[in-house]
């Protein structure tokens, strides 16, 4: 028969370790029971933070979670990136971003780099896949690939592009070296200005992803020759894919993904996995995704660690060709 002592000091003890059991399991399985916010490394009113907003209006529909976002701009995704993953990773704080350039060109953009992209966060989903497309003036007189090409052949040095963004300037080297040109780059620190340089004549080409294109395509102002994919992609089904144009080495997509900070409970990452693929499923969102020249791209956690771990070795390859110098 237990004494009154040892009875209460049972009690007690009991009362004293179910907190830190219970506790845990109550807030994982009532995840989420505050506000989500969501990263966006880029500038309010940019086309990463459009997307940005989109998703986390539809991240509340299906979480049933308030959803704000939250703009840490600059270096690149270089401070949002280090934000995120000393975040606490209770599953409060996201990333959706462009992961293809944000995540995967940051080892070889950045001498010290403050996080590991690969073992520094929970790899989520993918959500959708777009293509840089190779654009020129309407005013041009580039009709093909190749009518660019022979244009620049004869100008040599003297021929330029656009790059706005070190995503560009790899793709443009990359094409440069398909075809041995010797067009040289001019930075800009934005599209709009670079499109303009075009539209007087000043630059041969650029570079831009799908999304920052279709506006310009759509109102007669710039040129698609080609997209940087092999193939033609279900977003941008007129525009020939690169092989098809004559660009013969070039096969690159850029994905959007989520992320979450490393040791956030594998029970909360299955739930945003889950939330993500029904999000790109529903026919509002693939609507969007079609409307923004872009294919979905849903996926799994392991196949987005995969995907980053490949993306990281090619661009090692892009950076030493478009010679891009570590800062």
């Keep these: 028969m237990l004494s009154r002592r040892k009875l209460l000091g049972s009690i007690a003890a009991t009362t004293l370790a179910a907190p830190s059991f219970s506790t845990a399991s109550f807030g994982q399985a009532n995840f989420p029971s505050q506000t989500i916010t969501l ?22 529909e299906v979480s049933g979670a308030t959803t704000i976002v939250e703009n840490k701009v600059g270096a690149g995704g270089l401070i949002a990136s280090q934000y995120v993953a000393r975040a606490k990773p209770d599953g409060y704080t996201l990333y959706v ?24 966060f929970e790899h989520v989903t993918t959500m959708a896949k777009t293509v840089l ?12 690939v190749d009518d660019l090409v022979a244009d620049l052949k004869k100008k ?9 963004s070190n995503t560009s300037l790899a793709v443009s080297e990359l094409f440069k070296a398909a075809f041995d040109l010797q067009t040289v780059e001019v930075k800009f620190p934005a599209f709009a200005p670079a499109i303009n340089e075009m539209n007087s004549g000043n630059i041969s080409f650029v ?21 940087t994919t092999a193939e033609r ?12 144009a004559g660009i013969k080495n070039m096969d690159i997509a ?53 995907l980053l771990e490949e993306e990281i070795k090619n661009w090692g390859t892009y950076a030493r060709l478009a010679k891009i110098v570590p800062q």
């Design 39 to 60: 990263i966006c490394p880029f500038a309010t009113g940019s086309g990463a933070d459009v997307w940005a907003r989109y998703y986390a209006n539809k991240l509340k």
């Design 97 to 120: 971003i462009p992961g293809a350039n944000v995540l995967g060109s940051a080892p070889h953009v950045f001498k010290q780099l403050p996080f590991d992209p690969v073992n520094d």
């Design 133 to 144: 497309l190779l654009l020129v003036s309407a005013n041009s007189p580039y009709k093909t």
């Design 156 to 164: 040599g040095d003297k021929g330029s592009y656009a790059s706005v």
């Design 207 to 227: 570079f831009l992803d799908g999304a920052q294109s279709l506006g310009h395509l759509t109102e007669g102002r710039m040129r698609a020759l080609a997209q």
């Design 233 to 244: 992609t279900s977003g941008l089904p007129n525009i020939p894919g690169a092989r098809e």
């Design 254 to 306: 850029l994905w959007w993904s989520v992320h979450l900070p490393k040791g956030t409970p594998q029970a909360i990452v299955s739930k945003y996995e889950e939330w993500f693929d029904k999000i790109t499923a529903s026919a509002d969102v693939q609507k969007f995704l079609a409307d923004s020249g872009t294919s979905p791209f849903p996926g799994n956690s392991k196949q987005l660690k995969a």
